[in-house]
C-alpha cells in the first residue's frame, strides 16, 4: 500500500504565493512520476502539473510561467510553487503517483486533497 500526504494549502490575496508539498510512503519500488489536479466547485478535475522520474515536466496552458513542479526523490516528494496566484486558481488540489511497488505492480494514488482559496 501507498500514502500520499499532502499539506501546504490555505487562503491567500491574489497575486500571492503558495507552495503544496506531497510526500510518498509505503511498498514503493519506484515513481514513474507525480502531478498536481485540481478540481473547482462545479468543474471537473483537470491536470495541473506533472513531472517524470526523468525530469520532464509539463503544465496546464493556465497555469504556465506561474507555477513550478518539483521533486525530492530522496523524500519521494513532490512540490508545487504556485505564484502570482488569481481567483481562478481556487480549488481542491490533489497529488498522485505512478508508482511501481515493491509486489511489481503498477498502480496510480491519490492523496485527499488540499484546499487552496485566492481571494480577489
Known amino acids: 500500500q501507498v500514502q500520499l500526504v499532502e499539506s501546504g494549502g490555505g487562503l491567500v490575496q491574489a497575486g500571492g504565493s503558495l507552495r503544496l508539498s506531497c510526500a510518498a510512503s509505503?511498498?514503493?519500488?519506484?515513481?514513474?512520476?507525480m502531478g498536481w489536479h485540481r478540481q473547482a466547485p462545479g468543474k471537473q478535475r483537470e491536470l495541473v502539473a506533472v513531472?517524470?522520474?526523468?525530469?520532464?515536466?509539463d503544465y496546464a496552458d493556465s497555469v504556465k510561467g506561474r507555477f513550478t513542479i518539483s521533486t525530492d526523490n530522496a523524500k519521494n516528494t513532490v512540490y508545487l510553487q504556485m505564484n502570482s496566484l488569481k481567483p481562478e486558481d481556487t480549488a481542491v488540489y490533489y497529488c498522485?503517483?505512478?508508482?511501481?511497488?515493491?509486489?511489481?505492480?503498477?498502480?496510480?494514488?491519490w492523496g485527499q486533497g488540499t484546499q487552496v482559496a485566492v481571494s480577489s
Open positions: 513531472i517524470t522520474s526523468g525530469g520532464s515536466t
Open positions: 498522485n503517483a505512478d508508482v511501481s511497488t515493491m509486489s511489481g505492480y503498477r498502480y496510480d494514488y
Open positions: 509505503g511498498s514503493i519500488f519506484s515513481i514513474n512520476a
